[in-house]
């Protein structure tokens, strides 16, 4: 397959990086010997299509006390999907590393299952989607818990390692896409009407309940 000039060239800057973190996150699999690799497969599985984080997103939006969390969850979300989905993506078309099959990704990419997917490499949607709605629970929420949502953010990354679904440049760059995804949503959040905030859909559905009685 034939990569365009800007896949090439990142191939070529980041060969080091991404084989030298690779080889070390498969540390985990010597290690474990395939014990983490069911982990990791549900973590990576929690971000497929950001289906996970999206509903969860819609769930605290629509619920009051939660709905600046996600309200800006919800925009992290959409922002991270246009620039790494909807642009670098396409734009930069590199392949996925376990297409190379004189690889080293390839060797590793058959000990843990031999997960496919469908479209390019790089950014990491996955990575780009984790960071772009945990970073507003970061920012919003009380640092003693909120830096747990990051956590999650951490291990999806790791997790496209490990699987070698991604090299490790393709999550760094969804990590930097996804966070500043999730500060621009921050800050469109807080510009948004109170009365967005103040809606109460629970408390109108028990009024209308009751009219109908």
Known sequence: MTETASALWINSVFAGFDASVTTAVHQLYDIGGGFFTPFFEFVSILGKGG??????????????????????????????????????????ARARPYTD?????????????MHTESDKSFPSGHTTAAFGACTPVFLIGKKRVSWTALLFGVLMGIARIYLCVHYPSDVLAGFLVG???????????????????????????????????
């Open 51 to 92: 289906a996970f984080l999206i509903v969860l997103s819609l769930l605290l939006a629509f619920h009051k006390p939660t709905r600046r969390f996600g309200t800006a969850m919800c925009l992290g979300l959409l922002l991270g999907a246009l620039v790494t989905n909807c642009c670098l993506k396409v734009l930069i």
């Open 101 to 113: 099959e004189s690889s080293i990704y390839y060797q590793f990419w058959q000990l843990v299952g």
């Open 179 to 213: 966070t500043l995804a999730g500060c621009t949503a921050v800050i469109i959040a807080a510009k948004l009407p109170g009365k967005w905030y103040d809606l109460d859909f629970i408390k109108r559905k028990k009024g209308a309940h009751e009219c109908s009685d």
